[in-house]
């Protein structure tokens, strides 16, 4: 059984940077042909999805977000980070990441972590 756990810092101040990392267990981060993934939901609104790392190791973005994010691996800790720089209070969210297997052309998201709080405030 495949778990993510989500860890990080709770507040953040503007104008820093945020860095969480999902720990995975019950399989490599490696394996073919998976996608670990940072999607977020900021209060009252829908799921945003961020950034992804492959099991290749290629990486994927949202353009909304590229220029103040960034996604990196650790195998050998079987790890995936997500750095947001310059955050604000809009970027307070629960965090979530999440692993996407490709099926019929569709990436569908079958286990997740069980999301962290982030608090954006001065």
């Known amino acids: 059984q495949v778990q993510l756990q989500e860890s990080g810092p709770g507040l953040v101040k503007p104008p820093q940077t945020l860095s969480l990392t999902c720990t995975v267990s019950g399989g490599s981060i490696t394996t073919n042909y998976y996608y670990w993934t940072w999607i977020r939901q900021p209060p009252g609104k829908g799921l945003e999805w961020m950034r992804a790392i492959a099991y290749s190791g290629s990486t994927y973005y949202s353009p909304s977000l590229k220029s103040r994010t960034s996604i990196s691996r650790d195998t050998f800790k079987n790890q995936f980070t997500l750095q947001l720089s310059s955050v604000t209070p809009e970027d307070t969210a629960v965090y979530y990441c999440?692993?996407?297997?490709?099926?019929?052309?569709?990436?569908?998201?079958?286990?997740w972590g069980q999301g962290t709080q982030v608090t954006v405030s001065s």
């Open positions: 999440a692993r996407g297997a490709l099926n019929s052309g569709l990436v569908m998201y079958e286990y």
